[in-house]
């Protein structure tokens, strides 16, 4: 009676959750008219694809995919560099003034965003790097909440594997690819995801950053394809739904990669 008490409650919660985006992709396939009717539905009259063949005939539209995919992932992968090698410094190596420095790094958290905002602009204007990939991925290359979460995955880990790769020879770069990654697999997927998703669905400072159109990423784009001037509602759907795509994609990747890491099998709940 209880298994199946959980199961309905999860079952509920996972429509709630899934329910805005069945509708969205539901509507990405909607006629003009359907979004004028008198009465709300949640299918269409009639089915049609036209509304993605308008997406991605813009002439942007693609280009603005291109730069969201590459600019997050060159944002995932480097802040994932970055905050390995902080969090194995500050868990196995030893350092005059480590805990000074690790307490300052951390308190960025208490930092409002806002407040920084300018000065990122202007260290970014100040290097010629606007309307760059550069320009657009590089305060995004250090959180201090992700080195707070592999400093915890690194210290789970006892020094004694640390010691013993050592005494086989192996240096501290073939340490942390060779042994400590793979053993924290999980975190790290974790990380790269959470920063994908965070840098893909990233508004405000792409939008500083960037003045040509071409550079423009697709949450920024997407307001400036005119489809709401122009009434294609549809449309503007569907390249939510195209742009959702790469999540789904990125999560589905790495998925098994977590599972395999944590010693989940398909089926079994944590």
């Keep these: 009676m209880l298994k199946a008490l959980r199961i309905l409650l999860l079952g509920i919660i996972g429509m709630i959750i899934l329910f805005p985006m069945a509708y ?20 269409p009259s009639a089915f049609t694809f036209e509304n993605y063949v308008t997406a991605s005939a813009n002439r942007y539209f693609p280009r603005y995919a291109l730069n969201s995919i590459i600019t997050s992932l060159m944002a995932a992968f480097f802040r994932l560099i970055v905050t390995t090698m902080a969090a194995f410094a500050f868990t196995h190596l030893s350092f005059k003034g480590k805990k000074v420095i690790l307490i300052m790094l951390l308190s960025t958290l208490f930092i409002p965003y806002d407040a920084i905002l300018f000065q990122n602009y202007s260290t970014i204007a100040r290097a010629g790097l606007i309307d ?11 959180s201090a909440s992700s080195l707070l979460f592999m400093i915890g995955a690194f210290s789970s880990y006892d020094r004694d594997v640390y010691d013993a790769a050592r005494l086989d020879g192996a240096g501290d770069i073939r340490y942390i690819t060779g042994i400590l990654i793979h053993l924290t697999a ?9 920063t994908f998703i965070t840098s893909f669905g990233s ?17 920024v784009g997407i307001t400036m394809l005119g489809f709401s001037e122009t009434g294609d509602a549809g449309a503007e759907f569907a390249s939510i739904v195209m742009i959702t795509a790469p999540f789904i994609i990125m999560l589905q990747i790495l998925r098994k990669k977590i ?5 989940i099998k398909e089926g079994e709940s944590v």
């Design 186 to 194: 999980a975190v790290s997927a974790t990380v790269f995801i959470q």
């Design 24 to 43: 969205t992709i539901s509507l990405s396939f909607f006629q003009n008219v359907d979004f004028t009717d008198s009465y709300a539905h949640f299918f």
């Design 203 to 219: 508004y405000l400072w792409p939008l500083l950053v960037t003045n040509r159109p071409r550079m423009r990423t697709v949450q």
């Design 259 to 263: 599972m395999d890491s944590m010693d």
């Design 132 to 142: 760059t990939y550069w320009g657009i991925i590089l305060p995004s290359v250090f």
